[in-house]
């Protein structure tokens, strides 16, 4: 079987993952190759390619990881796949979803000390919304609240746990040297926060 070989090296987030979602647009390669210089393109890769039902595997050498993809289920692209889509869409557009981006370690302007109170009361109480939170997405500095050592670790996992999707740009980690430390949630993409956005019933910006 033919394998699909794609060169991500020197891609900016969310490049690799936008060449994904171009390729299987047009196609369904049942066997896939993606080169990747850096640790956030291969966590954002693989969940990309796990969330479109490849399993995935991949190996590291000298700083470069290839991503090896395969699914039995090859064929047409997402494009000939209209109405499955619609309906799924229609039914994402009834469901009552509330998006929290947070993109500071604090809560709000003025004193510190006072904003990383309030951000630990804040995601304690967020439960209170009940089954209408759906997903946190931490961007900027907000994703140094994911990493080890953060005073709202406890917090988060608590929520993730409870089945809201935690998700911290991979990107954002890498500038703040953090993404070997991240101890909650999944590495995501700015594909994933404007489809999470366009996806929501109600997004709130901390």
Excluded at 137 to 156: D, H, K, M, R
């Amino acid at each position: 079987m033919k394998v699909i070989h794609i060169d991500c090296q020197n891609r900016p987030c969310p490049q690799p993952v936008m060449a994904l979602l171009e390729l299987l647009k047009a196609s369904r390669p049942s066997d896939l190759e993606v080169t990747v210089d850096n640790q956030a393109a291969l966590e954002n890769v693989s969940r990309f390619l796990r969330s479109r039902g490849y399993a995935v595997e991949h190996t590291e050498e000298g700083g470069l990881w290839r991503v090896f993809a395969h699914t039995d289920e090859a064929g047409e692209g997402e494009g000939k796949a209209s109405a499955p889509k619609a309906q799924a869409s229609s039914a994402l557009a009834e469901d009552l979803r509330t998006l929290v981006l947070i993109a500071a370690p604090v809560f709000g302007n003025g004193d510190d000390a006072l904003g990383g109170k309030l951000m630990k009361n804040f995601l304690s109480t967020l439960p209170e919304m009940g089954s209408a939170l759906w997903r946190i997405i931490l961007l900027n500095g907000g994703v140094t609240l994911a990493a080890e050592g953060s005073p709202v670790l406890e917090q988060l996992q608590k929520l993730e746990k409870s089945g809201v999707g935690v998700l911290a740009c991979g990107a954002c980690l890498e500038h703040f040297g953090l993404l070997g430390k991240k101890a909650v949630g999944e590495t995501t993409n700015m594909l994933d926060v404007v489809t999470s956005m366009a996806t929501a019933h109600k997004v709130i910006r901390i």
